[in-house]
């Protein structure tokens, strides 16, 4: 009878209201750290060629994530590529854009940094070397540091054939920042004729946002502004074209 009161008198006790709102605040945690329990499990029971693959797996799914501006969800796919595949430097670098691309530039400039330090004592194919150096630079950029964010832009530009867009536009608005107009607009309007030519990303969206400002402060400020007006034209029309 004690035992059957007891049991009684517990399904009688009405849920706490409060626990449930805590409830379903931490059910997205709960979801996401099942989630990464998941990676870490089949990477422990995974061979190096499986978590190879898997992490060549998430690193182009949160790339793509990143590019559909979905933000968040990309630094969760990148985050279990490098659990997977700590030592490999790509998902370090996507992960730094997405999360330029959120506002964290510190955060951005560690995994841009990190993925630079991946770099050494492996066989990188140059473009990808060239990629984390335009990232790094990126990143130095979003932070106002502009001499490490050119000199970044410039060693990338240096690597490959191979040049987006964004490089010459990071180093041309740089270039302004630093006062050497000269030079900068020779980047801007090298960066503007190519953005038309190739498959846009957030990247190069951002940065053909910040030359459209460049310009119109290059116009407020020249008695004869000429080059301005005709890379403010250039700059409109890339635009219109993404």
């Known amino acids: 009878m004690y035992c059957l009161a007891g049991v009684a008198q517990v399904r009688r006790v009405r849920p706490n209201a409060g626990a449930h709102r805590w409830l379903r605040r931490l059910a997205p945690l709960a979801s996401m750290a099942v989630a990464l329990a998941f990676v870490l499990v089949a990477h422990a029971q995974s061979g190096p060629a499986d978590a ?12 793509e994530l990143w590019r559909s501006g979905e933000l968040e969800d990309a630094v969760t796919a990148l985050t279990q590529a490098i659990l997977v595949r700590p030592d490999w430097a790509k998902p370090y670098r996507h992960r730094a854009l997405a999360r330029i691309g959120m506002g964290d530039y510190e955060g951005g400039l560690a995994d841009a940094q990190r993925a630079f330090e991946l770099l050494f004592g492996v066989s990188t194919p140059v473009d990808d070397v060239a990629g984390v150096m335009d990232t790094r630079g990126y990143a130095y950029l979003k932070l ?99």
């Open 52 to 63: 190879a693959r898997q992490a060549q797996e998430l690193d182009a799914a949160g790339l």
């Open 144 to 242: 106002e540091q502009y001499a490490n964010a050119r000199t970044d832009f410039t060693a990338s530009i240096s690597l490959t054939s191979n040049v987006s867009p964004a490089t010459p536009l990071g180093r041309g608005i740089a270039s302004v920042m630093l006062g050497d107009q000269e030079n900068g607009i020779l980047d801007l309007e090298w960066g503007l004729l190519m953005a038309p030519l190739v498959a846009t990303d957030p990247q190069i969206q951002d940065l053909l946002d910040q030359t459209h400002g460049v310009l119109r402060t290059i116009i407020r400020e020249d008695e004869s502004p000429t080059d301005g007006y005709f890379l403010l034209n250039l700059s409109t029309g890339a635009q219109q074209n993404l």
